[in-house]
C-alpha cells in the first residue's frame, strides 16, 4: 500500500472510513480470494493467524475448512478458533520460528500428495469439498476403480480419491 495513502487516513471523515472498511469487506469476501486461500491450505497444516484483539500473528494449526471460514487450534492456548481465510499468514517451520521470530511469508509449500486408490479402505473416515465448496465428512462404505462410496449424514457421495483427504485428529 502506497504510504501517502496511509499517512492521510487520519484525517478521513468518519463516513471515508466506513466506506473504506465496506470496500476492502466487500474484497475479502470475493469468491475468487477464497478459493484461492483454500487451494493453498490442507488440514493439518502449520500456519500463522493474525489475532485481532492484538493485531499479532499466532502459530495454530488447520482443524477445518469451511466454505467462508477455516478453524484453527491456536498452538499456545489450546483453543479453537473459526477465522476469516484472510487472517490466515501460510508459514515454513524454520529455526528462525522455534526461537520466537516473526518468520518473513515465504511463498507457499506445494499441496500434498493427491491419494490413489491404495491410500484408502472400507470403514475409515474421510473429507471433501462438495460443487458447494462445503466440506463434507463420511465414512467409505465402497471403494470402486476410479472413485471411493461414502456415507455423509444419511447421503451417498462418490467421490474420485483425489478430491478425498483423511482426516487427522487434532
Given at each position: 500500500?502506497?504510504?501517502?495513502?496511509?499517512?492521510?487516513?487520519p484525517?478521513?471523515?468518519?463516513?471515508?472510513?466506513?466506506?473504506l472498511?465496506?470496500?476492502?469487506?466487500?474484497l475479502?469476501?470475493?469468491?475468487?480470494r477464497i478459493?484461492?486461500?483454500?487451494?493453498?491450505l490442507?488440514?493439518?497444516?502449520?500456519?500463522?493467524?493474525?489475532?485481532?484483539?492484538?493485531?499479532k500473528?499466532?502459530?495454530?494449526?488447520?482443524v477445518?475448512?469451511?466454505?467462508?471460514?477455516?478453524?484453527v487450534?491456536?498452538?499456545?492456548?489450546?483453543?479453537?478458533?473459526?477465522l476469516p481465510?484472510?487472517a490466515?499468514?501460510l508459514t515454513?517451520p524454520?529455526?528462525?520460528q522455534?526461537a520466537?521470530?516473526?518468520?518473513e511469508?515465504?511463498?507457499?509449500?506445494p499441496?500434498?500428495?493427491?491419494?490413489?486408490?491404495a491410500?484408502?479402505r472400507?470403514g475409515?473416515r474421510?473429507?471433501?469439498t462438495d460443487q458447494?465448496?462445503?466440506?463434507?465428512v463420511?465414512l467409505?462404505?465402497r471403494?470402486?476403480q476410479r472413485?471411493?462410496?461414502l456415507?455423509?449424514?444419511?447421503?451417498?457421495w462418490r467421490v474420485a480419491?483425489?478430491?478425498?483427504h483423511?482426516?487427522?485428529?487434532v
Amino acid at each position: 500500500m502506497r504510504i501517502k495513502l496511509i499517512e492521510e487516513l487520519p484525517m478521513a471523515t468518519s463516513a471515508e472510513l466506513y466506506q473504506l472498511s465496506w470496500v476492502i469487506e466487500q474484497l475479502l469476501a470475493d469468491p475468487r480470494r477464497i478459493v484461492q486461500a483454500r487451494g493453498q491450505l490442507h488440514t493439518g497444516q502449520q500456519v500463522q493467524y493474525l489475532n485481532w484483539d492484538d493485531g499479532k500473528l499466532r502459530a495454530a494449526r488447520v482443524v477445518s475448512m469451511k466454505d467462508r471460514r477455516v478453524t484453527v487450534l491456536d498452538e499456545a492456548t489450546r483453543t479453537h478458533f473459526t477465522l476469516p481465510y484472510a487472517a490466515i499468514v501460510l508459514t515454513e517451520p524454520s529455526v528462525a520460528q522455534a526461537a520466537g521470530a516473526v518468520p518473513e511469508q515465504s511463498p507457499p509449500r506445494p499441496p500434498p500428495e493427491i491419494a490413489g486408490r491404495a491410500d484408502f479402505r472400507v470403514g475409515q473416515r474421510a473429507s471433501f469439498t462438495d460443487q458447494h465448496l462445503q466440506r463434507r465428512v463420511g465414512l467409505i462404505v465402497r471403494i470402486n476403480q476410479r472413485t471411493a462410496t461414502l456415507d455423509c449424514d444419511g447421503q451417498t457421495w462418490r467421490v474420485a480419491f483425489g478430491l478425498l483427504h483423511h482426516l487427522v485428529d487434532v
